[in-house]
C-alpha cells in the first residue's frame, strides 16, 4: 500500500515561492533602490514594498500576528491566482527597471530574469 507522496517539483516549486523568491526579490529591489539612477528608483521600491509586505504576511502566523483586517486582506491577496499574484505583481514592478534609461547594474536584471524564469518554469511544471 502507497501513501500520496507529493512530486519532487512540486515540493520545490512550493518551497521557492514560500520561501525563496519574495526574499531574493526584496534583496534586489533594496540594491537597486541603494545604487540606482533617479528614475529606476520608484519601481525597485515599490517591488521592495510590496515584497516586504508578502514576506511579512507569510510569516505572520509564525509571529503570532495573524490577526486584523490588514493581515487577512493581505492574505487574501497572497492566496490570489494560487499564490502568483503576489509574486508577479512585484515582480512586474522590478521589470520596469529593466527598460530604464542609465540603471546601474545590469546584472540585478539578469538575476531577476533567472529568478521569474525558475518560478515559471517551476510553475508550469507543476500544472
Given at each position: 500500500?502507497?501513501?500520496?507522496?507529493?512530486?519532487?517539483?512540486?515540493?520545490?516549486?512550493?518551497?521557492?515561492?514560500?520561501?525563496?523568491?519574495?526574499?531574493?526579490?526584496?534583496?534586489?529591489?533594496?540594491?537597486?533602490?541603494?545604487?540606482?539612477?533617479?528614475?529606476?528608483?520608484?519601481?525597485?521600491?515599490?517591488?521592495?514594498?510590496?515584497?516586504?509586505?508578502?514576506?511579512?504576511?507569510?510569516?505572520?502566523?509564525?509571529?503570532?500576528?495573524?490577526?486584523?483586517?490588514?493581515?487577512?486582506?493581505?492574505?487574501?491577496?497572497?492566496a490570489e491566482g494560487g499564490g502568483m499574484?503576489a509574486l508577479l505583481v512585484p515582480s512586474?514592478?522590478?521589470?520596469?527597471?529593466?527598460?530604464?534609461?542609465?540603471?546601474?547594474?545590469?546584472?540585478?536584471?539578469?538575476?531577476?530574469?533567472?529568478?521569474?524564469?525558475?518560478?515559471?518554469?517551476?510553475?508550469?511544471?507543476?500544472n
Amino acid at each position: 500500500m502507497t501513501f500520496f507522496e507529493p512530486s519532487p517539483v512540486l515540493l520545490a516549486f512550493i518551497f521557492y515561492k514560500k520561501f525563496v523568491f519574495l526574499e531574493l526579490l526584496a534583496v534586489l529591489a533594496l540594491i537597486r533602490v541603494l545604487v540606482g539612477p533617479g528614475i529606476a528608483r520608484w519601481p525597485a521600491l515599490f517591488a521592495l514594498l510590496m515584497s516586504l509586505g508578502g514576506i511579512a504576511t507569510i510569516f505572520a502566523p509564525a509571529a503570532g500576528i495573524a490577526q486584523g483586517d490588514l493581515y487577512v486582506s493581505a492574505a487574501q491577496f497572497m492566496a490570489e491566482g494560487g499564490g502568483m499574484a503576489a509574486l508577479l505583481v512585484p515582480s512586474a514592478l522590478f521589470l520596469i527597471c529593466t527598460m530604464t534609461p542609465r540603471a546601474r547594474w545590469r546584472w540585478l536584471d539578469v538575476l531577476h530574469i533567472a529568478l521569474l524564469a525558475i518560478l515559471l518554469g517551476l510553475w508550469w511544471w507543476t500544472n
